[in-house]
């Protein structure tokens, strides 16, 4: 619920007023003089203001002044009496949201207010937005800020300024071509270059000229002599993808490289020396193929110094409001980016849905509602059928680990309905615990509880 605090010296307006506002639904806290409003200030989350301007002791205008210290955000709507208008021209300067003459009409002050915390509303979801996507959460692309990928953050940050060869695994769509852009941008070769290459894609011969390069007449159409992919990545970062898939043959030639940090060219004699730092990527867990024998255990110690696993989305649904923001953004034509929304039942819709193709897919979602919505107003007829149709009832096989006490497992639930919340809500408590249908302080005390900060 969204709170007013009532300024007056005048006993009656702040009943009359109470009474006009609570009716709209507004949780109202009074104050006979603005000292004691500056205090409430202080305390209290407050989102609106409303001040008479001549009040014995301090001023309604020095109350704006303090009130715009204290958070420049709240909306302050004075209240003049007849012949004080100047002094709202002056209050206005002073950054006051409007102003309203006594005697007032009941139904100007309601749309006055009705405004004020439209506008107030808007500027805070900018607001929480900007900083969303800001650096905290945002490692060059990336976005969300669930606890797993905070930890995916952290691994990033760690590792970027070694040269470390690095693992990332996770299904696919994930993101791990993202984390291996991070972490080469982020490092010191991030003036020279990052070059990938699909180890899945190409056929035995191909990979291995590819990788290492051939010398002219190293084989049937090697016309011109062709450096390899480990060559062209010298002083920077190779991304070997879908490691797993790499041939056997192959593996021994990588592993040298990895530990000699040289090569032959196809076809040739000449050592050449390379100075490359290698991320790889796989969907697959390598290590059960290097317990069938299908993948060297040497080089994936060698690849795997440091792992990082990315967990799948339907593991951090969390960051489903942010990542949709994201896309969203993304798929605008324009520059005026308009105000989308998505229909309570969509977002329902997207949190169901165990989401096989990870981000990837998500993104492939929001990419086809953009194109089909209305009227800035996504509904579920702009999401694929197979999203609609998903059961949407709690799988607790799913996501409840077994033998953990009752107590523990609502309180998992619990966890996860509360960060859920926050995030659909911009981080807005009083949105949150409303969607909840809780107070504002049992959520904060919830957010305590789960060491949840925003
Ligand atoms: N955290 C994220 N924030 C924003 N976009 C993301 C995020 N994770 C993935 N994406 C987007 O999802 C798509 C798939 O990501 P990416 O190609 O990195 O996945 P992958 O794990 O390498 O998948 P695959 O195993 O299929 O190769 C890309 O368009 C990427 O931009
Ligand atoms: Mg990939």
Not at 287 to 301: I, N, P, T
Request: proline share 4%; net charge negative.
């Amino acid at each position: 619920m969204e709170t007013i605090l009532i300024v007056d010296d005048e006993k009656n307006y702040l009943v009359v007023l109470e009474a006009l506002l609570s009716a709209e639904g507004y949780e109202i806290i009074t104050a006979r003089d603005a000292k004691m409003a500056v205090s409430i200030l202080r305390e209290a989350d407050v989102d609106l203001v409303i001040t008479d301007m001549k009040m014995p002791g301090m001023s309604g205008m020095e109350l704006l002044e303090e009130c715009m210290k204290i958070d420049s955000e709240i909306p302050v709507i004075m209240m003049t009496a007849f012949g004080t208008i100047e002094m709202a021209v002056e209050a206005m300067k002073k950054h006051a949201y409007d102003y309203i003459q006594k005697p007032f009409e009941n139904e100007t002050l309601k749309l006055t207010v009705k405004k004020a915390m439209e506008n107030h509303r808007l500027l805070k979801e900018n607001r929480l937005l900007a900083e969303a996507l800001s650096d905290r959460f945002r490692y060059g692309n990336m976005v969300g800020k669930s606890k797993p990928m905070m930890k995916v953050y952290d691994l990033i940050d760690k590792v970027s300024n070694s040269k470390a060869s690095v693992l990332i695994t996770g299904p696919s769509g994930t993101g791990k071509e993202l984390i291996a852009k991070a972490i080469h941008y982020q490092g010191p070769r991030k003036e020279r270059p990052l070059i990938s290459i699909n180890c899945g894609a190409l056929t035995e011969t191909l990979l291995a000229s590819e990788l290492f390069g051939h010398e002219k007449g190293a084989f049937t159409g090697a016309v011109a002599m062709k450096k390899g992919r480990f060559e062209l990545a010298d002083g920077g970062t190779i991304f070997l993808d879908e490691v797993g898939e790499m041939p056997p043959a192959l593996q021994v030639k990588l592993l040298r490289v990895l530990q000699e940090m040289e090569l032959e060219r196809v076809g040739g004699t000449r050592t050449i020396k390379v100075d490359v730092r290698v991320l790889s990527a796989s969907n697959r867990n390598i290590k059960d193929d290097v317990a069938e024998g299908l993948f060297r255990e040497d080089l994936y110690y060698r690849l795997n110094v440091i792992h990082i696993d990315v967990p799948s989305l339907q593991e951090r649904t969390d960051d489903i409001p942010l990542l949709v923001k994201h896309f969203i953004d993304k798929f605008q034509e324009g520059d005026a980016k308009k105000n989308i929304e998505l229909r309570p039942e969509v977002w329902k819709a997207l949190y169901a849905y165990p989401w096989p193709g990870n981000v990837r897919e998500l993104e492939n979602v929001i990419e086809r509602a953009m194109v089909l919505h209305a009227g800035g107003v996504i509904t579920l007829n702009d999401l694929p059928k197979t999203l609609v149709s998903t059961e949407t009832e709690f799988d607790v096989e799913r996501f409840i680990p077994p033998h953990i006490p009752l107590s523990k497992a609502l309180e998992e639930i619990e966890e996860r309905l509360v960060r859920r919340a926050l995030a659909q809500s911009n981080n807005v408590q009083s949105h949150a615990a409303k969607s909840l249908g809780i107070t504002k302080s049992l959520i904060q005390h919830k957010m305590k509880k789960y060491n949840i900060t925003l």
